[in-house]
């Protein structure tokens, strides 16, 4: 029963703003235009504040260990096969495969993933939990490249071209990232009057996602 009470109360909190979300919508308090904007809106400014924040807060000491990294690696490439193997034997339309692989296996590890490492285990390990981010990113855009390719026998499709490479290193996850890495290893920090609009920010990047 403890166990089944530890799992209800990581996971329902929020299941439950996505529930509000989807409420809100339906009742006309949440526009298409608003989305777009609320869209944009996270992805470029409250989400990279999330991640620069957890990092430079809690550090990156756990993620540093090599182990973490492969088993983050391989466990990503796994799914992506076994979904490669399974979708064909239950939709025929091999573009469509290729779609629905790729669309299966990039996860929500932003919006979802991290207030779940809160609930279980706890804000010190945020800091780790956020620096899987910009590994989970580019092996998603590579795969995704590979899986799409694959399905539809376009040979002339480039998994490391210029183009990928470019959307990778211009990723503002991924950029918040590497900022929050380089700015927690410097003797000298933020003001308080700098560190907490970014704070604040970052409180709201996962509820309006």
Request: proline residues 5%; charged residues 10%; contains cysteine.
């Amino acid at each position: 029963m403890d166990n089944l009470l530890f799992t209800v109360n990581a996971l329902v909190p929020t299941f439950v703003i996505v529930i509000l979300g989807y409420l809100l919508k339906r009742w006309g308090l949440f526009t298409g235009e608003f989305l777009n904007v609320a869209n944009k809106f996270c992805f470029r400014v409250a989400l990279p504040c999330l991640l620069f924040k957890n990092i430079s807060q809690y550090g990156i000491q756990g993620f540093l260990k090599g182990p973490y990294i492969i088993f983050v690696v391989i466990s990503i490439v796994l799914i992506a096969v076994l979904l490669t193997l399974l979708i064909p034997k239950i939709v025929s339309d091999r573009r469509k495969c290729g779609t629905m692989v790729q669309g299966i296996f990039r996860s929500n590890y932003i919006i979802l993933g991290l207030p779940i490492v809160i609930n279980m285990f706890g804000e010190e390990h945020l800091g780790s939990a956020s620096a899987v981010v910009p590994i989970s990113i580019i092996v998603f855009n590579f795969l995704a490249v590979a899986v799409l390719s694959y399905f539809s026998h376009d040979k002339d499709v480039n998994v490391f071209s210029w183009n990928m490479v470019k959307k990778i290193m211009t990723n503002p996850l991924i950029i918040a990232t590497l900022i929050g890495v380089v700015y927690e290893m410097l003797p000298v920090k933020l003001p308080n009057v700098l560190y907490k609009p970014i704070s604040d920010m970052a409180a709201i990047a996962t509820p309006l996602a």
